[in-house]
């Protein structure tokens, strides 16, 4: 008794920082509905099970801790080199002024401020939404507190095939920022659309994500999540997937105090294809939790989780992974896989991988691996000729392979390894 009244009254303490934004009727339902399932479940906490492995203290405080802006000097931003439009916001506030012409064929965008604020909008049969459906059999109490609060995000309907990325750039600029940004995305049928996403966005961040693609339309998601160490931030990426659709997300994150990604998936269409897939590397004082949830319920679909994470002098990685097979969804072919490099001795790596089954006709696996770096490999480099230092950097390239190959784009990907030969190498010097 006495942990729950904690609960309710840390639950409280926040809600009372925040104010519920002005909008429409449906807005209004949507967020009102949300701050009910806030206060259902209350806020989560270490007791609940899908946050045993990570405390949740800094994403729940009534005040947001400070985070240091990391100064990246005279290196060009991710992303710079790719042909795509640019939508900025800074401390999770949009900026107009340094975001590009919204205006780009097959594709209409807006500010969630000015969705929220019309009448009758697309967004109403989407937004909160698939965040609401997402809350069973797990609450997401985070995902709802920011369905509830959000004022600013971007709203996106793509209505054929986009002809080059959303490129969505969060920039901290203030060390006591607490942003609260949620993007609604609709990929029409036959459409095809890529969304970028990078920056550290605030000093806490609280994101979600809700995205519906249609029938035999096909979403690119590819995330670089900021180097500012001391930032914490939690997200939330909900999907639903039409017959015949494609969905693919990868996420790239380098340092970070408290970092928590949760992706969760609803496969309704017949043939669908679902890929996630994260690549972590911390250092020091790092958390960094993946935890996904892909249901299946429709026949002949497939699923992948590729999630690996590079761990030294005393970093945290967790991981914990679900796939549900619903009754009828026979064919399916799900596949996880999480897998930890841990560099030295004080670091650790925790996984929950778990299958749910109730058809009889699949193919699902799932397997967890924790290790060092391979001494022969390690030696066969160094034998011809490669510093001992450049060599294990060779190696932390060589396993993160298979996460980053799940990128499409081979520019994109490039440009995201250039990057980690960067981190790497100052880490190195």
């Given at each position: 008794?006495?942990?729950?009244?904690?609960?309710?009254?840390e639950?409280?303490a926040?809600?009372?920082?925040?104010s519920?934004?002005a909008g429409?009727?449906?807005?209004?339902?949507?967020?009102?509905s949300?701050?009910?399932?806030?206060?259902?479940?209350?806020?989560?906490?270490?007791?609940?099970?899908?946050?045993?492995?990570?405390?949740p203290?800094?994403l729940?405080?009534?005040?947001a801790?400070?985070?240091a802006i990391?100064d990246?000097?005279d290196e060009?931003?991710?992303?710079?080199?790719?042909d795509?439009?640019?939508?900025?916001?800074?401390?999770?506030?949009?900026?107009?002024?340094?975001?590009?012409?919204?205006?780009?064929?097959?594709?209409?965008?807006e500010?969630?401020?000015?969705a929220?604020?019309?009448d009758?909008?697309?967004?109403?049969?989407?937004y909160?939404?698939?965040?609401?459906?997402g809350q069973?059999p797990?609450?997401?109490?985070?995902?709802?507190?920011?369905?509830?609060f959000?004022?600013?995000?971007?709203?996106?309907?793509?209505?054929?095939?986009?002809?080059?990325?959303?490129?969505?750039?969060?920039l901290?600029?203030?060390?006591?920022?607490?942003a609260i940004?949620?993007?609604?995305?609709?990929v029409e049928?036959d459409a095809?659309?890529?969304v970028?996403?990078?920056?550290?966005?605030?000093?806490?961040f609280?994101?979600?994500?809700?995205?519906?693609?249609a029938d035999?339309?096909?979403?690119?998601?590819?995330?670089?999540q900021?180097?500012?160490?001391?930032?914490?931030?939690?997200?939330?990426?909900?999907?639903?997937?039409?017959?015949?659709?494609?969905?693919?997300s990868f996420t790239l994150?380098?340092n970070?105090?408290?970092?928590?990604?949760?992706v969760?998936?609803?496969?309704?269409?017949?043939?669908?294809?679902?890929?996630?897939?994260?690549?972590?590397?911390?250092?020091?004082?790092?958390?960094?939790?993946?935890?996904?949830?892909?249901?299946?319920?429709?026949v002949?679909?497939?699923?992948r989780?590729?999630?690996?994470?590079?761990l030294?002098?005393g970093?945290?990685g967790v991981?914990?992974?679900?796939?549900?097979?619903?009754?009828?969804?026979?064919k399916?072919?799900?596949?996880?896989?999480?897998?930890?490099?841990?560099?030295?001795?004080?670091?650790?790596?925790?996984?929950?991988p778990e299958?749910?089954?109730y058809?009889?006709?699949?193919?699902?696996?799932?397997?967890?691996t924790?290790?060092?770096?391979?001494?022969?490999?390690?030696?066969?480099?160094?034998?011809?000729?490669?510093?001992e230092?450049?060599?294990?950097?060779?190696?932390?390239?060589?396993?993160?392979?298979?996460a980053?190959?799940?990128?499409?784009?081979?520019?994109?990907?490039?440009?995201?390894?250039?990057?980690l030969?960067?981190?790497?190498?100052?880490?190195?010097?």
């Amino acid at each position: 008794m006495a942990l729950a009244q904690t609960k309710h009254d840390e639950t409280e303490a926040r809600l009372a920082t925040l104010s519920m934004p002005a909008g429409a009727n449906w807005a209004k339902a949507s967020r009102e509905s949300a701050l009910a399932r806030v206060r259902a479940a209350g806020l989560p906490g270490r007791r609940d099970e899908y946050w045993k492995f990570t405390r949740p203290d800094r994403l729940t405080a009534a005040v947001a801790p400070h985070a240091a802006i990391f100064d990246a000097g005279d290196e060009p931003p991710l992303f710079h080199s790719i042909d795509c439009l640019k939508v900025v916001f800074v401390d999770g506030v949009f900026d107009a002024d340094a975001s590009d012409d919204l205006s780009m064929e097959g594709v209409e965008i807006e500010r969630l401020a000015d969705a929220t604020a019309t009448d009758i909008h697309w967004a109403m049969d989407l937004y909160g939404r698939l965040e609401e459906r997402g809350q069973t059999p797990v609450s997401r109490p985070l995902a709802a507190l920011n369905t509830a609060f959000a004022s600013d995000g971007i709203v996106i309907r793509a209505t054929k095939p986009v002809s080059k990325p959303i490129s969505l750039v969060y920039l901290h600029k203030s060390e006591s920022s607490d942003a609260i940004l949620h993007h609604a995305i609709k990929v029409e049928r036959d459409a095809e659309l890529t969304v970028l996403e990078n920056g550290p966005a605030a000093a806490r961040f609280n994101k979600v994500m809700e995205v519906d693609v249609a029938d035999n339309a096909k979403f690119h998601h590819v995330r670089a999540q900021g180097r500012d160490h001391e930032r914490c931030a939690a997200t939330h990426l909900f999907g639903r997937l039409g017959m015949e659709s494609t969905f693919k997300s990868f996420t790239l994150t380098a340092n970070g105090v408290m970092t928590r990604n949760e992706v969760v998936l609803d496969i309704k269409g017949d043939d669908a294809v679902a890929h996630v897939a994260g690549a972590a590397m911390g250092d020091g004082d790092f958390h960094h939790d993946d935890t996904v949830f892909i249901t299946h319920d429709a026949v002949n679909c497939e699923s992948r989780q590729v999630f690996k994470k590079v761990l030294r002098n005393g970093a945290t990685g967790v991981f914990q992974g679900k796939i549900l097979v619903q009754p009828g969804a026979q064919k399916t072919d799900g596949y996880q896989i999480s897998q930890s490099l841990l560099l030295d001795g004080d670091s650790q790596f925790l996984a929950k991988p778990e299958l749910e089954i109730y058809a009889d006709d699949v193919a699902c696996s799932h397997g967890s691996t924790s290790g060092a770096i391979d001494e022969d490999a390690l030696f066969y480099l160094r034998a011809r000729g490669v510093p001992e230092a450049e060599a294990q950097d060779l190696l932390v390239l060589a396993f993160l392979a298979e996460a980053i190959d799940e990128i499409e784009d081979d520019a994109i990907s490039e440009d995201l390894v250039t990057r980690l030969e960067g981190w790497l190498s100052r880490r190195r010097d």
